[in-house]
Nanobody
Framework: VQLQASGGGLVQPGGSLRLSCAAS????????MGWYRQAPGKQRELVAY???????NYADSVKGRFTISRDNRKDTVYLQMNSLKPEDTAVYYC?????????????WGQGTLVTVSS
């Protein structure tokens, strides 16, 4: 399984970006997909998560500004980021939780840099 993230870049405060993460080689069911981020000098943190049933949860810091969604046909997860702030600057990682009848599997994308600066 490989995850390919894209969509990062430099944006001014108040701007928007849309991140995408496409998975290939999946042979198990997808239990959940998410986005995490890691800012310089900080630990990786959950940004948004969507379960196999479609339930979502968000970090308090991004509620109302970010939206996670998915395209099951394409095995792709998206993160629409609006009203971006300088504190959103980080490397964003996508995450897939896969499962077969016996166990679960964690997969991470390579990370895409989001820089919010004027």
């Amino acid at each position: 399984v490989q995850l390919q993230a894209s969509g990062g870049g430099l944006v001014q405060p108040g701007g928007s970006l849309r991140l995408s993460c496409a998975a290939s080689g999946i042979i198990f069911s997808i239990n959940g997909m998410g986005w995490y981020r890691q800012a310089p000098g900080k630990q990786r943190e959950l940004v948004a998560y969507i379960t196999g049933g479609g339930s979502t949860n968000y970090a308090d810091s991004v509620k109302g500004r970010f939206t996670i969604s998915r395209d099951n046909r394409k095995d792709t997860v998206y993160l629409q980021m609006n009203s971006l702030k300088p504190e959103d600057t980080a490397v964003y990682y996508c995450y897939f939780l896969l499962a077969d009848p016996k166990r679960t599997y964690d997969y991470w994308g390579q990370g895409t840099l989001v820089t919010v600066s004027s």
